[in-house]
């Protein structure tokens, strides 16, 4: 149960180091839902030093694993203060596995470990998995704040049988030019079906490139969600690469098919599927007549990966509250760590010690079959000097360049002056 306002507010005004920068949707609601119960500080630097002058109550991000990131979460560690990561949409394969800035590319696999102290879940579904990952004492279900107002509105159901289809990609439709070309490809099958089928409309809701490339009319002008749900309302059926905007159209009661080519795991499943044009006839006339069964199954999905009761950013406000209160019972001696499952929301991690390891996930990344803890030591220090390195070169660079406009407009000004 959320812990009720009177509680938060006595813990005193919370201060909250913000290591967002263009993800603040995320943390607006629950700022909102604090109700001045808080200030949250935006940190555009993410330089652990500005955290640490600073003091605030909690640090609050969306995602841990750029470095610097990873920087302010370890000094914050080291001086008792809290941290909290908000997971910011669905699971997916191919950005967990085939991302080439994760694990793949020889980065730090995302969640694997959660370098926060907690990580506030969307749902069930990826709190068992991130559990699994070696997280079973961090995660917290909570929700998605930013989508409470999807689950809070008032939307119509569908006419039946329905006959204007959206047509969704996710914000970044691929990680490498493979993967986009797959998509691609699957979206121009669709574009041909639709067009074949009488008295069909069609809309689309795809990132730039992709509209360029299919030659259509984008509904996409902002990624906001409240945008996505004023199209959402106008449509009877949805069919979109995997993302979040997957749950998004389930929360607004629209049947949805999942259109993946790339034959690759699914963490979220749903009732329809679209992976070889093969299928695109059948999963048509379903999602325009949809059966009373897959809809209740497409709510089981949904209740699963997401929790969609519209109290997300209560929720998390009320976790911030308590990893505060403990953080201050652990400064006083009083408590030893953070203890699992603050919000008392329980969840069966029966598979959470047997996951595979990083060597077995990433087998082509050497860093991930050193075992000698001494060597990572060595290696470490090496990367975090050689960053510092970079940085102070990059720093003086700018100076130098900032140095010379600063000529160059002077240049100019005695120029003209001299005319």
Partial sequence: MPTPASDIASLGKMKVWCLLRDQLAHAQPVEEALDGAAEFIQDATWEPEALLAARPDIVLCVNDYPYDITRCLDAAR???IPSLVLQDGILEWRCQYENPLFGAGGGAPQHQPVIADKIACIGRQSARQIAAWGNAGKVEVTGMPRLDFI???AIAPVARPGRRVLVMTAKNP???AEQREV???SLRDVKEHLENMAGIEAHWRVSKAIAEELGIINKMNRVCGSELLAVLETVDAVISTPSTAILEAMLARRPV????????????????TISAPQHIGQVMDELLRPTANKLAFQQDCLRDALECD???ARR??????AMVDASREVRAGRLRALSAN???REISFAHANGSPSLAALYANQPVFQENNLEMLQVRLARAENENARLKAEIAEMRRRAQFGAWIKQGLRQLTQAGR
Wanted: net charge positive.
């Fill in 78 to 80: 080291k001086a008792g």
């Fill in 151 to 153: 689950s809070r509105s």
């Fill in 174 to 176: 691929g990680f490498t």
């Fill in 183 to 185: 998509t691609l490809r």
């Fill in 257 to 272: 098919a999942a259109l993946d080519y790339h034959n690759v795991p699914r963490f979220v499943p749903t009732a329809w």
């Fill in 310 to 312: 519209g109290q997300a």
């Fill in 316 to 321: 998390v406000a009320t976790l911030m509250a």
């Fill in 342 to 344: 603050l919000l008392g």
